[in-house]
């Protein structure tokens, strides 16, 4: 997914009460928590039959190749991408397309039993800028009545420290951290991900006409090459920067948060913020 360049993967501790038999399951392959937590509902909630990947990329692929699914249609924005994951995925059941879900005649027509958003909301901002409200009502039409559609998102980095509570060190760097990425991106002429709240993604799943069924959290931590990936992304912008000062001085201070990163994770990682799954369905006409 688009969305796991700028995030941190979801390698926390689960959150949520509701999944703590997660590992009970000995067929699971994936070692993502969140994609754990999908099957522990899927295989509740029946077959998975045919399957959309509205926001893929290899690691949902990688995953979801390994499901007894009938077949599986994968987009993606980017259409060298697609070329790309055509190549590493040729299996006869995966079909990888390049598209535009502001496109209303992209796959028209078409039904699936479960479709998949894997940080699909956060990553939409960079291909139908201020779509985000409509992906919903977009997808629904897809959906077979009585199908599931699991969303998978960060939790705004701003927006994950609790009301009243002292910044401590390692919340200013991630703030921090945040914030220098994604001036970096917007200097050098690009668009940030544009994460939304758990709750505006259960509004907007409700107002869609779906069902919410479950939702859960899952803590993010933060290690030393977490923080530094995302300094790292900040990084690669500065070749773009049409300021060479402006570029040069960012520089300094990237290498200025690395060291903050040695130093905030001295004692080992740290939690801030988490991720989340919201799985919702179709109701029956």
Known sequence: MLACLLVSAAVGLVASSDVC???SSATMVTTDR????????A?????WGRVLDAGTGDHSLNWLKTLPIDGIVAVTGDTTRAVGLREKFPQPHIEVLAGNWNDPTFLKDQVFDVIVADYLVGAIEGHAPYYQDE????????LAPGGRLYVAGLQPITMSVPSGRVLSTQDKLVLEMARTRDACILLAGHRTYREFPLDWI??????SGLSVESKAQFANVYTTATIKRQVQVGRTKLPLVQDAMLAKSMGK????????ADDATRDGSFEFGFDYVVAAS????
């Open 43 to 47: 295989a509740k909630a029946g077959a």
């Open 135 to 142: 992906i919903f009502p977009r997808l629904l039409p897809l």
């Open 282 to 285: 179709k109701p029956f006409e």
């Open 21 to 23: 038999s997660i590992g």
């Open 202 to 207: 259960l509004r907007q799943l409700e107002r």
């Open 34 to 41: 969140l994609f754990r937590h999908i099957e522990l509902h």
């Open 253 to 260: 201070y990237l290498d200025k948060l690395d060291k903050q």
